[in-house]
């Protein structure tokens, strides 16, 4: 069988993925160490993101895009069967932790924009549409769902490690680099979107945490 | 049946230690006194974040802070801990420490008044600034009296 390389990750989806996972890392540091200035502002660069990645997963690239990956437990069940798409992106499978770590994270950034502290010396930027009551319920499902996106992101690193050392496939490369060498001459790669989708979506993700930041004045 | 109960045992905040029978109705008033300040000193902080906040909205607001600084010395009796079978974050160390727990609550009660005082000032950063003060007050006493939540 040929080998060729060709395109799997646009740039926009591998700056958002490492963007994210230095962000994460970073929100949690400052919330562990209660710097809540800096936990309040890379918050809201993780709702940029995401915003962003949803917007994106309707118009850009085909493999950023939700029905490009998203599909039905048959889908699934065929993959796991060990039937080959012969197409590169997220299988089947993969695309539930996607879901699930998209899911997780819009619920995390959601809930830590209504989250009140106890002391009431922190307060998320929209805060002040909630009681504190419901601030503090807010602050509570911010604390569970992190829960939540640990493990995601350890079960994440554990399919990672699987490909790497049991079916000898490097899945962090791809998403460095942007391309991965596959076999069979009939895999297309990646089609990228234009330029100007890319600037629309980062205009829209932008303008909307601005205003998300300036408290949501209606 | 629960809200005669509850007025009865705010009207009688002060003879508390007579009532210990009933842990878990004293650590249920307790709770929505802590709660209701709470309420009352975000209404205060997401007046500070309009344009124009409402002096009146503050000054009532600060009302229930004040109160609640005269009233926090009789939410505690003995037997309302973690030892009364009833969920509550109260430590402890609230009975054992007792000094540094009322040191805790006068620090409370002193920044409370001084709050109080700017919020008639009606000077907005000021208020800022005390809403600040106060909420380290707060800070300081649940850091070392109130339980992480599970």
Known sequence: ?218 | MLKPLIAALILAAPAAPLLAQNAAAQISVRHKAYEAMGDAFKKIQDELRKPAPSQAVMQQSVKTITDMATRQYSLFPAGTGPTSGVKTLAKAEIWTQTAKFKAAQDKFAAEAGSFSRIVASGDAARIRDGARNLGQACKGCHTDFRAEKK
């Not at chain 1, 958002?16 to 230095?22: A, C, I, K, M, S």
């Not at chain 1, 309707?58 to 039905?72: D, E, I, K, P, Q």
């Not at chain 1, 554990?158 to 009939?186: E, H, Q």
């Open chain 1, 1 to 218: 069988m040929s080998a060729k390389v060709v395109a799997v990750w646009d740039r926009p989806i591998r700056s958002f993925h490492w963007l994210l996972v230095v962000l994460i890392g970073f929100s949690w540091w400052t919330a562990e160490t209660s710097r809540m200035d800096w936990h309040q502002y890379s918050g809201l660069a993780i709702c940029f993101l995401l915003v962003f990645r949803i917007l994106w997963g309707f118009v850009g690239s085909n493999t950023a895009r939700f029905s490009h990956f998203v599909r039905g437990p048959a889908a699934i069940l065929r993959h796991l069967g060990g039937h080959d798409s012969g197409r590169v992106g997220h299988n089947p499978l993969g695309a539930l932790s996607v879901v699930a770590l998209l899911l997780t994270l819009v619920i995390q950034v959601a809930t830590g924009l209504f989250a009140v502290d106890v002391d009431g010396l922190e307060s998320g930027p929209l805060s002040h549409y909630v009681s504190f009551q419901q601030g503090r319920q807010a602050a509570a499902i911010h604390d569970a769902s992190f829960t939540v996106l640990q493990g995601l992101i350890v079960l994440h690193l554990a399919a990672i490690a699987f490909y790497l050392l049991v079916k000898r496939d490097n899945l962090v490369r791809p998403m460095v680099t942007g391309s991965r060498t596959v076999s069979g001459s009939s895999v297309a790669g990646m089609e990228p979107a234009p330029a100007w989708r890319f600037l629309l979506c980062v205009s829209v993700a932008a303008l909307f945490v601005w205003y998300v930041a300036k408290g949501f004045p209606l």
